[in-house]
């Protein structure tokens, strides 16, 4: 199975139909690979139309998406 990408996620709410809801589930945090990472992948979810975006942490509270 394929990993979800920004443009296969496009593809596929382009596809499917117009009321489809696409939610985007960032791990970059999760994988260490960095808050701006994280910033990045949002960003060009965010570009191929992700409706919601959520930054997946290691913490249980919002410290570590804050600290810049």
Do not use: Q, W
Not at 23 to 39: D, M, P, Q, S, V
């Amino acid at each position: 199975m394929r990993a979800p990408t920004p443009a296969n996620s496009r593809a596929a709410k382009d596809t499917v139909a117009e009321n489809l809801v696409l939610a985007a589930r960032i791990e970059a945090l999760i994988a260490g690979h960095g808050l701006n990472e994280a910033i990045l992948r949002a960003h060009a979810y965010a570009d191929a139309g992700a409706d919601a975006i959520f930054i997946h942490a290691r913490k249980n509270t919002a410290d570590e998406c804050f600290r810049l």
